[in-house]
């Protein structure tokens, strides 16, 4: 069942800590816009909660830790093109045409972000998220949430891991088990968000990756909805539109006939699509209230 999220049903500061730990670099400017819109949907969170005092970053009850370690997560795609003396193109994309697929990048994320975990549950915090705003990687977050509880699953995934990370991982699995660790992904958090009030066909912008995994979640909650690829529609490739957005032209504007055929779904942070579905928007003000109300459910 569709929860329409509802931001101001309580005014109770939640005084239960949270440390969210945010996978960065895909891209990094899309990490700070979600970072910037959580910390002010937080703000706006705790304002309301002060009857007319004054507010102080003191009150905050996330802490957070960013991981921007995009080379180390891509290295062997990075070392194909040292080796190549060749520069970068789009299939150093993940999700981009000829780029790895967000399992390709599945143990090198585990590799990177467990001592990060394992450090916010030593904070003693309540609760611990890994936080992906990134559309395309949403496929990982049930593999992830897995794992990260699974000591030797962990190690059979990254393969090769030395004592000194092995200690880690079986801390850190033994840690999530006996403690609160969520990975909650966009596509699951729009849907759950938007389901009832989606037009029969909803135009998604991303990547191929991203476009299916909101086409899973309508099939999962049953929904009579046609997912559909946006540039598919506009007879464009997927690179032009991110050409065409980051070159200086600003937010995409589209003809009001488009939305009244389509619920449109800004599913790219390189991308701004005026009244459109911003997912980063979305997912942003929904972990927050999630951290200063009684937690919402997403999955039906």
């Not at 135009?203 to 559909?228: F, P």
């Amino acid at each position: 069942m569709s929860t329409k999220l509802d931001h101001t049903a309580s005014r109770q500061v939640n005084a239960e800590g949270e440390h969210h730990v945010i996978l960065g670099d895909f891209g990094r400017e899309g990490t700070l816009r979600y970072f910037s819109e959580f910390s002010q949907a937080e703000r706006r969170l705790i304002t309301n909660s002060l009857n007319g005092d004054p507010f102080f970053d003191e009150y905050r009850r996330v802490s957070v830790s960013i991981v921007g370690m995009l080379r180390h997560i891509k290295g062997q795609f990075l070392r194909a093109y040292s080796d190549a003396q060749r520069p970068l193109d789009n299939r150093i994309l993940v999700g981009a045409e000829g780029g790895p697929d967000p399992e390709d990048v599945l143990p090198a994320i585990v590799h990177a972000l467990a001592p990060w975990i394992l450090t916010a549950f030593q904070s003693q915090a309540g609760r611990v998220k890994l936080i992906i705003p990134c559309n395309t990687l949403a496929p990982l977050a049930e593999p992830l949430e897995r794992l990260l509880c699974d000591a030797s699953e962990m190690e059979r995934v990254l393969k090769t891991v030395s004592d000194e990370m092995l200690k880690s991982l079986r801390a850190l699995a033994t840690e999530v088990c006996h403690r609160d660790l969520s990975v909650p992904s966009i596509p699951s958090v729009v849907i759950a968000g938007y389901g009832q009030s989606l037009k029969p066909k909803v135009a998604v912008l991303g990547t191929r990756v991203a476009v299916a995994a909101y086409r899973k979640e309508v099939e999962k909650r049953r929904l009579n909805v046609e997912v559909l690829d946006y540039t598919a529609i506009c007879d464009k490739s997927f690179e032009q539109v991110i050409h065409d957005s980051i070159s200086g032209k600003g937010k995409l504007v589209l003809d009001d006939d488009f939305f009244d055929k389509y619920t449109v779904i800004c599913a790219c942070t390189d991308v701004e699509i005026e009244d459109a579905i911003d997912s980063t928007t979305v997912f942003a003000n929904y972990i927050a209230a999630c951290a200063y109300h009684p937690p919402l459910t997403v999955n039906a």
